[in-house]
């Protein structure tokens, strides 16, 4: 069965930098995309980015944009995002979350990983 | 940037009666190729969301035939004909038009 499983919870200090991994099983993962949300708690789901997984490519939201680097390791089935320069409203949680229905829906998320920022 | 609007925001259902939550985006996202880029995802309490509905009308894989998504353009609906108490969450919109995304505010649903 198809999973998602991240790496564990976080604590930075702010202008740090963060790397969540998210390591893929149970289907081919350079078929299908991946792309990374984030949520505060309270608030609605804020998409940073995608990456095409089989060939690397990327786009990312506007917001994220210079801070943010989604990449993947084709060889160990793992997609990774990288936030930099943190403040403490980069505090939520971080999804990674697969592409499928041929792209037109998310059909996998995986269960987050909490980034905490704080002096 | 696509701004999407749910309402309402809160939603008491009594188990067994129907519920409706309407989405409405800033810009269409009817696609020249027919489709409309509107999907819904519920987040159940403690847990991430899933998806229920894609391309504004179609129920993804094991999602029960009591949900259901219409519309098209700027005005879409999720019903659900008769609500069970594991339906409880919060219910968001997503556009993904031209390769960006975005949601709306959420919708609650509890159980009265």
């Known amino acids: 069965q198809v999973q998602l499983v991240q790496s564990g919870p976080e604590v930075k200090k702010p202008g740090a930098s963060v790397k969540v991994s998210c390591k893929a099983s149970?289907?081919?993962?350079?078929?299908?995309?991946m792309h990374w949300v984030r949520q505060v708690p309270g608030q609605r789901p804020e998409w940073m980015g995608w990456?095409?997984?089989?060939?690397?490519?990327?786009k990312y939201s506007q917001k994220f944009q210079g801070r943010v680097t989604i990449t993947r390791d084709t060889s160990a089935s793992t997609a990774y995002m990288e936030l930099s320069n943190l403040t403490s409203e980069d505090t939520a949680v971080y999804y990674c979350v697969r592409s499928g229905y041929g792209g037109y829906a998310w059909d996998f998320w995986s269960q987050g990983t909490l980034v905490t920022v704080s002096s | 940037d696509i701004v999407m609007t749910q309402s309402p925001l809160s939603l008491p259902v009594t188990p067994g009666e129907p519920a409706s939550i309407s989405c409405r985006s800033s810009q269409s996202l009817l696609h020249v190729n027919g489709n409309n880029y509107l999907d819904w995802y519920l987040q159940k309490p403690g847990q991430s969301p899933q998806l229920l509905i894609y391309l504004g009308s179609n129920r993804a894989s094991g999602v029960p035939d009591r949900f259901s998504g219409s519309g098209s353009g700027t005005d879409f609906t999720l019903k659900i004909s008769r609500v069970e108490a594991e339906d409880v969450g919060v219910y968001y919109c997503?556009?993904?038009?031209?390769?960006?995304?975005?949601f709306g505010q959420g919708t609650k649903l509890e159980i009265k």
């Open positions: 149970g289907y081919i993962f350079t078929t299908y995309a």
């Open positions: 990456i095409n997984v089989a060939i690397g490519d990327t």
């Open positions: 997503m556009q993904a038009q031209q390769g960006l995304y975005s």
